[in-house]
């Protein structure tokens, strides 16, 4: 999914400080006269459709999933009336509707509705690029209008928490004029520009205060910054750098969220060079994790050793390092394995340089100074690393052969986006492990822990996964970030959470249904 790749987020950008402007209106500002609110993100949907992956995990202002989120990451009742009731055996997951919802054309939520979202995703023919995630669900039933029930081919301890995705109406939508049950209907789709959306007054959940919101795209860092100084945009998404210009600027307000958002390396596994764990292993030990959290992102992050944050439960405490570079173990470790210093500094095994490309989306300029730093730490040990800034079209496809400055995760459970970026059964799909890292260990540890019920077992197997993958340096994590966002104006209701690494449908937004305007 393309809002999965580029993060819609975090980069950096040096732009002279500069104030709002005063005089005539700007679009998109709150001065215009009317009750717009804009929303500057940094990449565009490929599509609307939540059996199409469109914020799966909630965050949509169109669509309602049975549960949602609340700030603190705990689950409660969305279109579900309450909590659902799980069987003695964890194999049937019953949910009840809540009453008098409706969709935006004015027909009723039915569980009909619910079914037929689910087994779409489900249904080969839909080609859902999320269907693996529900992999576990055998059938889903609607014994009546109100009632749904999932009947799961093994005990699934995370089924709950998918059950954040949106429900669409039986039959279908319209991918022009998409129809949800969410507290913003669609109102238009400007490719390449911006999406429109109505407050939808009808809403179960109450009429949202601010009556119309606009999504725009805009891929630059520099640009978003721009736009917003300049009024056009009333909140976006920003690099610490960027925002730091902002702080202290009169309405406006900087605010820094927690995240499990990393950024990283990931290598491709069959070429020679990336597929040679001492090169992985040194590249890791020569990079400065510390001096890339001091100064590309201002102090607003922290060193990544592995996938799951320090902070979560899920943590494996043994995954650690050295956040400062070390040039003597990575040099060693290179010499041990017969790769040796050429004339020019460079390393080699026979004819095979200790070289690669680093791919990076080039619109990102954090994912390039992080590049940069890296191919700078590496060539100390005697590792060349070409650096490719490209679109994303032109990145999917080199994605096996090249290596890639990442971004992915999440704060829900260990089963996300870990099994589609490591099982093996999801090499080569999309940006679902893109190196086609095969590590049979690793993928029956990931069955474990999606297959069981018991949290000791499933524990006891995500502590294992994050000791092979840091064994394997299938990836070199990097940092995990701190979201940035600027607003314009006063709001009751915003509240902070923790965010996952797609937070273009969700993050401090996810909410703004709830927001009231401060007068």
Known sequence: MRLARPA??????????????????????????????????????????????????????????LMSRSP??????????????????????????????????????????????????????????????????????????????????????????????????????????????????????????????????????GAPAIKKVVVAFAPDDNVRSTRLAAGEFDATVLPPKAAKRFEGQQGLTVYKQHSADYRGVMFPSKPAVTGDKAIRKAFSLAVDRQAMVDSILAGAGEPAFGPVPHDIAWHNKEITGNPAADLPQASKLLDEAGWKPGPDGIRAKGATKASFTLMYPAGDSLRKELSLAAASDAKKAGIEVKLAGLDWDAIEPRMAQDALMMGYGSPYDPDYINYDLFHSSQAGKGFFNPGHYNNPAVDKLLEKGRESADPAVRKQAYDEFQKLIREDEAWTYLTFLKHVYVVRGSYQGIQQSVDAHEHATGGLFRDIHTWKPVA
């Open 72 to 205: 603190d990451l705990s689950l409660k009742p969305a279109l579900a009336a309450q909590p659902p009731v799980t069987s003695p055996d964890g194999k049937k997951v019953t949910f009840k509707l809540r009453d008098g919802v409706t969709f935006h054309d004015g027909r009723p939520l039915t569980s009909k509705d619910v079914v037929y979202t689910y087994t779409t995703v489900l249904d080969p023919k839909a080609s859902s690029p999320i269907s693996g995630d529900y992999a576990a669900i055998d059938k889903v039933a609607a014994p009546d209008a109100t009632t749904v029930e999932f009947t799961l081919k093994y005990p699934y301890a995370p089924l709950t928490q998918r059950t954040t995705l949106g429900i669409v109406p039986d039959g279908g939508i319209d991918p022009a004029k998409p129809v949800g049950t969410g507290p913003y209907t669609f109102t238009q789709w400007t490719p390449g520009d911006k999406i429109s959306l109505a407050a939808n007054e009808k809403y179960w959940g």
């Open 8 to 65: 819609a987020v975090l980069s950096i950008a040096a732009l002279t400080a500069c104030s709002a402007p005063s005089g005539p209106a700007q679009p998109g500002a709150q001065n215009k006269g009317d009750d717009t609110f804009v929303i500057g993100i940094s990449s565009e949907f490929e599509n609307l459709s939540p059996i199409l992956g469109y914020a799966a995990d909630g965050g949509s202002l169109m669509f309602d999933g």
